[in-house]
C-alpha cells in the first residue's frame, strides 16, 4: 500500500503520525482516503479540486507533475511539500 | 520646452549633423536620436560603464556628457569597432573567451579594453583590471573578460611584430 | 537513460563553439528591451512613493495632466479588481490581489519606491516632469522594517487581510509556517560531544543586472497586446500581465528581447501592465525603462533573513543533530524562499535529528523575488559556518569533516525519500585534490575556508521544434530566454542528434505566438528541461528522416538506420545518403520536416558545489582582499564547458559581493539610501581575482545526455567560505553580512579586546 508522509504541520490531523498507509492508484485517491480518515486534512491540501498551488507534491522522490492526476505504485511514498517555484510572486 | 541645437561631429568616422535637446545626454543622443542602440544604459549616474565611447581616443561614460558637448569631438562607439564588417580582434577574443554571457555589457568592455591597448599594448593582467575597474559585469566575475583583453593584447603585439618582421 | 553519459561519445557536446547570438553582441546590434522603438511612440515614468508605509488619502492628476505633452496616466484605479487567493499561474503561484497592489498601490503604499501612477508623454524628460505635478496625499505610518520589527506584539500590521496557518484569524505579519524534522533532536544532542549555536542576520541584497527592467507595451484597437521586454520568461510576463489587465491570456502577446542579466529578478512584472494600458490609453506605443534607483527600490531582491542554528557531532565528526529556526523578509507580500532555504540549509549531510522551523515575513521593503539558488545563500551562510566550527572542535580538515557526512546516493533528503544520483562528495574531493587546496598559505593576517552548497535545480515545461531546412541545414526554436549563453547548448544538442555542424543549427527563441508553453528561464531548469524538449524534437525529426530515406530507397523505415549523421541502408550497398542530400527530396516525399516536442520535465537532478577562499584581512581597515578562489560543481553533463564555467564564475563573484559589500541601507524611516552603483557596491574586476573552475559531471540519470543545472548553486557557498578564511585569519567568527570593513573592524576590535582582557586577567 502506498505511504504517505504528512508534513509537519498537518500532523495535528493526524493525532502527531507521521507516516500513514493508505490505499489508492492516484493522488485524488490518496487525498481522498486521508480526508475519510482524518477529517479537514483534505482542505489543507486541495484548492478547487486540484492540489493547492503552493503545495508540491514528491513521489518516490521525485516531483510530480499532474496534480491530483498523478498515479502512484503499491510502494510507492507520497510527499507534500511545499512548491518551490520561487514562492508566491 | 527647451529648444533644439544643431550639432555637428564624427561619429565612428562619418561627420554627423543632429539635432538635440541641451538637457540630453550624448548616450541619450545615440540611442534615441542617432538610433545607435549599442551603448547600453545601466546607471545614468557614471557607475556602471555600459555606456562608455571614445571621445577623442578617450573612455568616456556617455551618460555623464551632453549631446550638445560632442560639437567637433571624434565620437567611436560599440558600432564603430568593426570595419567593413571585419571584427576588430578584441570582438573577437571576446567570442572565443566566451567573455560574455547575457552582453549588456560587453560594448562598454569593449571600449575601455580598446582604450587601454590603444594606449598600452602590453598590459599586465592587475592593468587590465584597473583599466576596466570603471565597468561593472554582474555575469561573468570578470575572469573570461580579463583573459580576453590580454589574448587580444598579445594578438595585437604578435601581429606587430609579423608586420615588422614583414618589412 | 541509465548510462554513465560522461563516458558516452560526444561529437559536438562538450566542446567549445562560439555561440550563435555572438556576434550581434559584440557589435551593438543585439537588440535588448530599451533597444526597441516604434514610430509614434511614446515614454513612460511611474511616480514611486517616498515613504515607506503610508495610506493614501488622495492622488490628484490634473496640473500634471496638463503639461503639454503628456498624453495620459494611469493609477490603480485603472486596473480591474483582483481576488486574494493563491492561483496557478504557469508553474508560478500567484496571489492576483498582491501582484495587483504591486504594479500600482491601491489604498496603501508598502516600501519606499512602491508605484503609485504612470505617464506617457512625448519624451521622458517630460514625463518626469509630469511626475513632480502629480499631488498625492499621504497619511504615515511606522515603517516595519526587520523580521523583529514585524513580529514583535503590536507590531503595525501590513496587509490587514493576511492570515497564516497557525494563528487563526487574527491580523499578522507573518504569512506563514513551515516545519521539516526527523527523528528526536533531544537524544541527537544527548549523543553529541560538541555542540555550537550561533545567530545569524543577513542583509537584503540585490541581483544586480546590469540592464533595468523595460517594456515596450502596444495596444491595437483590436484588442490584442503586444509587449517586448527583456524578461526570463515570456509566458509568464503573459499569463502574469493578463492576470492584472483582467486580459485573456491569448489577447497578448510577448516578444521576450535579448535579457541583461535577470539572475531570478526578471521571473516576474513590473513595468509591463503599464506599459499595455497607457498604449490603450493613447493609442500608441510606449516604453518604461526603470532607473538603476528604481531598480534598486522597487524590482525584487532577495531576502534578509535573521536565522539560528544549532548543531551537533560526536568526538569522531559525526553530525548527530540540528535545530534551526530561521526567518525571511518576504518584502512587502509574502513569498520569501525560505521553504527552499529550510530544505536545503542542510540538504548535504546525512543528519539523522533535525527539526527546522521557518518563517515567511512581511516587512516593508520590496517584495523580494527570486535570486539564484533562492533563500539558500543566506541559509547555507549559517549552517556552513557552523559545521567549519564543529569541524574544528573535532580537529578534523573541514573538506573530511564534510566528506564523511555528506550525502551519497541512497542517503535519505530532508524529506526522506532517497537522492538518486548525486555528486556532492565528488566536488569536495575535487577541492581536496585541486592545486589550490593543497598549496600552502602563508603570510599573516591570511586564511583559507571552504564551504558546500546545494540546490534543487528545477524541470517544469519547455517547447521545441526542430526545423530542417531544403538545404539540409536546421533551425531550432524554443520559448527559454536565452540569459547566460543557452541558445549555444540548444545548438549543439540539436547538432549532436542530426550529426550536423553546430554552425548548421541557428537557435531562436521564439515569441508566445511562436512556440508551445516554456516556463520561466529559472531554477537552473533551461539545459535541462528545454534541452531535453530539444533532444526530443531532434529525435523526432530523425525519425520523420528516416521514413523519408526509406521512401527514397523504396524502403520500409526500418530498414534504414542514422548514423553519424547519415542515413544508411541496412545490407545491400546502397551508399549511405546525408541530410543535404534528403533535403531536397522533402517535397516530393509529403513535405517540410519539423520535428516537436514538448515536456514537463521529470529526473530533475540536484547540484551540489564546493567552493574554496583564500583571504587577506587588513586589520587597521577591517577590508577584506580575495587571493584565490576555486569552485568545484556537479554540471552533470557540461554541455558548452565555457558557459558552465561562466556560470560557475558569476554565481561565485555574486556570492562574494554578498559577504563582503552588498546590503540594503535603509534609515529609521524606512527610505533606501544606498540605490545607486557608487553605494550599492557590486564587485568589480580588481575586487576579484580569476575564478577557477573544476567541473564534476557526475551524469544526472534522469536526462538524456545527462545534464543537471548549472545556473544557480556556485552562489550558495562563498558567504560561508569567505566567512571562514576570515575566522582563519584574524580569529572572528562574522555572523552576519555584509562582512564589510566597518562591521569586520568593529568585530576584529571586539575580539581583540576580549583576549587582552583574558590575557590580563591570566
Ligand atoms: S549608464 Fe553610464 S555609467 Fe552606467
Ligand atoms: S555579461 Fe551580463 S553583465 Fe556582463
Known sequence: MPTVVIPALLRKFTGGVERVEVPGKSIRELVQRLGERFPGIDRQLLQDGDIRPSIAVSIDGEIATGGVLDTVGENSEVHFIPALGGGEV | ?167 | MAESTTTRDFKVIGTRPIRPDGVDKVTGRAKFGADYAFPGMLHGKVLRSPHAHAIIKSIKIDKALKLPGVKAIVTSKDLPAAENKLEQSGEMTVNPMHLSMNILAHDKVLYDGHAIAAVAATSPHIAEEALRLIEVEYEVLPPVMTVDAATKPGAPILLKDLRNNEEGDKPTNVAQHYQFKRGDIAAGFKAADYVIEREFNTAMVHQGYIEPHNAVGIYNSDGQATIYCSTQGAFDVRSLSAQVLGMPVGKIKVVPAEIGGGFGGKTTIYLEPLSVLLSKKTGAPVKLVMSRSEVLRASGPTPGSKIKVKMGATKDGKLVAAEIWMAYQAGAFPGSPVAAGALCIIAPYTIENFLIDAYDVVVNRPKTAAYRAPGTTQAAFASETVIDELAEKCGIDPIDFRIKNGVKEGAPQVLGPPFKRIGFIQTCEAIKNSEHYKSKLTGKFRGRGVASGFWFNAGMQSSATVNIHTDGTASVVTGSPDIGGSRASMAMITAEVLGLPVTDVRPITADTDSIGHTDVTAGSRVTFATGMAVYEAAKDAERQLIERAAKVWEKKPDEVEFRGGMLHAKGNGVPPMSIKQLAPRFARTGGPITGRASVNARGVGPGFATTVVDVEVDPDTGKVQLLRCTVAQDAGKAIHPSYVEGQMQGGTAQGIGWALNEEYFYDDNGTLRNSGFLDYRIPTCLDLPMIETIIVEEANPGHPLGVRGVGEVSIVPPVAAVANAIYRAVGVRMTQTPMSPPKLLKAILKHRGATQHSAAAD
Request: aromatic share 2%; with cysteine; glycine share 10%.
Open chain 2, 1 to 167: 520646452m527647451s529648444k533644439k541645437t544643431l550639432v555637428e561631429a564624427t561619429i565612428n568616422g562619418e561627420t554627423v549633423e543632429f539635432l538635440c535637446e541641451p538637457r540630453q545626454s550624448l548616450l541619450e543622443t545615440l540611442r534615441d536620436v542617432l538610433e545607435l542602440t549599442g551603448s547600453k544604459e545601466g546607471c545614468l549616474t557614471g557607475d556602471c560603464g555600459a555606456c562608455t565611447v571614445l571621445v577623442d581616443g578617450r573612455p568616456v561614460c556617455s551618460c555623464l556628457m551632453l549631446g550638445v558637448e560632442a560639437q567637433g569631438k571624434n565620437i567611436v562607439t560599440v558600432e564603430g569597432l568593426a570595419i567593413n564588417g571585419v571584427l576588430h580582434v578584441l570582438q573577437n577574443k571576446f567570442l572565443e573567451h566566451a567573455a560574455l554571457q547575457c552582453g549588456i555589457c560587453t560594448p562598454g568592455f569593449l571600449i575601455s579594453a580598446k582604450s587601454l591597448l590603444d594606449r598600452n599594448p602590453k598590459p599586465t593582467e592587475h592593468e587590465v583590471r584597473y583599466a576596466l575597474a570603471g565597468n561593472l559585469c554582474r555575469c561573468t566575475g570578470y575572469d573570461k573578460i580579463v583573459k580576453a583583453v590580454l589574448d587580444a593584447a598579445a594578438d595585437i603585439r604578435s601581429q606587430g611584430e609579423g608586420k615588422a618582421a614583414a618589412r
